[in-house]
């Protein structure tokens, strides 16, 4: 079971944005920007383009009211989106608040946040649903 299962099934705790049946948004607790979110199938896949043509298109329907969200609560340009999927092996979508391209580097140094500023985070994400 990947650590994402474990944070889907409550054995880890982590920073919820949304859940729903099929898929689950959390705060990364290693972010490239205050806001960044991962979006996941709540079945356990380890590659993305192995997941159902409908559970794919769920997914991205699903990031997008999470990048809506994002977007409304964090002062930015845009929400890029990447998938790496090389670290957990379980699928999942990136979703990183931008000023600019150089935002979504994922060799920048990445942020350190207190749990205080994680919690803030999260609720004002979650406000704007």
């Keep these: 079971m990947s650590i994402f299962s474990r944070i889907v099934a409550g054995e880890i705790p982590c920073y919820k944005i949304a859940e729903d049946e099929n898929y689950f948004a959390f705060l990364d607790i290693n972010p490239l920007q205050k806001g960044h979110t991962l979006v996941i199938p709540k079945r356990e896949e380890d590659y993305i383009f192995d997941l159902s043509d409908e559970e794919i298109a769920g997914l991205q329907v ?23 999927g090389l670290e957990v092996p379980h699928a999942h979508i990136h979703l990183v608040p931008m000023q600019s391209e150089a935002d979504m580097r994922f060799t920048n140094p990445h ?7 994680f919690v803030e985070i999260a609720e004002s994400i979650k406000a704007q649903f």
């Design 62 to 84: 699903f990031a997008k009211k999470v990048a809506i969200a994002i977007r409304k609560a964090i002062p930015c340009v845009k929400v890029g989106q990447c998938v790496l």
């Design 111 to 117: 942020l350190q946040l207190t749990t205080e500023e």
